[in-house]
């Protein structure tokens, strides 16, 4: 079996456009949350979003391709890039032997309403030839494939809220067992608009509060909803003996990885953990994780089943060594950014990993019996850690957790 580092990171989010950008504002607890602007949203009960801020597209498209690339493209190609070029790989793979595993939660649903418009407004024959490629949700994985020439495995899987941690961890399977030396793995979403928007509202998922510091607050005895986020995130995972033969930087390795399924509601966790712990103890004996020098970046939504049935998960997972480890979900600070939501999160573990500083939990106040693990609260903490999980729990029982190990030569 070979094995999987990290050696690309790249980051288009709600608190940066870039990896150190958002790592420093993460590190320092600053809430990328706020009002909607994307459109108005004086009839909505939920007021609040957490946006990409000053983006600019045509650093990594030529303008005549903005037009038939829908936003959530845009994102990914803009994070692949990066981790692309913070990798230094050009030159250096063989473009058989590389691969892509990008995926969106919801794919192009801007353009699907702006055409959706077009049609009832004008008619069939006004529909844009590029609707289509714009809108659907391997658009992005192929894009990224034909702008770096990587004709290896190539797959866009859909999962919700897990979709880019199971593109991660079955990039890592794709090097593990031989089918590739290099991947470029993550997700990214665009889904702030008023269709989807009014329909995350409508099953009672997204917080209707006010107050931005009062929004995102996963653990909190008050939590009530998720705030929705957009951006992508990529990461480039490479075999270790190819990456040691072209002297690359390497993050940290990735030893594991698990999904199972609640097979249990189509939005609602399984409140029992079983399928959840299920993963995370894979994941704990596939990467042989021991000690309590841990850090799990969780999925941490601020929904009121999902905090209390992820940490049901962690202590079935570790039994009560869950009281000793490092936790904390950086939903606080980007919201959650959906199908880019696991790979941005596993950024975070490996810039946790490599740094060693926690993350916190912002804006944190009132404790809940129900979530009483060390959650981080408010302010990063400095800890040298060893090993690192990253969580996903997604609609349609979708659970994935990834296994980071510090790289040590």
Known sequence: MKRVVITGLGVVSPLGNNVQTTWTNMINGVNGIDRVTRFDATDFKSKLAAEVKDFDPLQYFAKSELRRTDLYTQYALAAATQAYEDSRLAGHVDSERFGVYFGSGIGGIQ???????????????????????????????????????????????????????????????????????????????????????????????????????????????????????????????????????????????????????????????????????????????????????????????????????????????????????????????????????GAIEAIATVKALQEGIIPPTINYQVPDSDCDLNITPNKAVKREIQFALSNSLGFGGHNGCLGFKKYKN
């Open 111 to 341: 353009t699907f309403t702006e055409q959706a418009q077009v049609l009832h407004d004008k008619g069939p024959t006004r529909i844009s030839p590029f609707f289509i490629p714009m809108m659907i949700s391997n658009m992005a994985s192929g894009t990224i494939a034909i702008k770096f020439k990587a004709n290896g495995p190539n797959i866009a899987i859909v999962s919700a809220c897990a979709t880019s941690t199971h593109c991660i961890g079955e990039a890592f399977r794709a090097i593990k067992h031989g089918y590739a030396d290099v991947m470029l793995a993550g997700g990214s979403e665009a889904s702030i608009t008023p269709l989807s928007y009014a329909g995350f509202i409508n099953i009672q998922a997204l917080s209707q509060a006010q107050d931005k510091n009062r929004a995102s607050i996963p653990f909190d005895k008050e939590r009530a909803g998720f705030i929705m986020g957009e951006g992508g995130a990529a990461l480039i995972l490479e075999e270790l003996e190819h990456a040691k033969k072209r002297g690359a930087h390497i993050y940290a390795e990735l030893v594991s990885y698990a999904c199972t399924n609640d097979a249990f509601h189509a939005t609602a966790p399984n409140p029992d953990a079983i399928a959840s712990a299920k993963a995370i103890a894979l994941t704990i004996q596939e990467g042989n994780i021991t000690g309590t020098d841990i850090y799990i970046n969780a999925h941490g939504t601020s929904t009121s089943l999902n905090d209390k049935t992820e940490t049901m998960a962690i202590k079935r997972a570790f039994g009560d060594n869950a009281y000793k480890l490092h936790i904390s979900s950086t939903k606080s600070m980007t919201g959650h950014m959906l199908g880019a939501a």
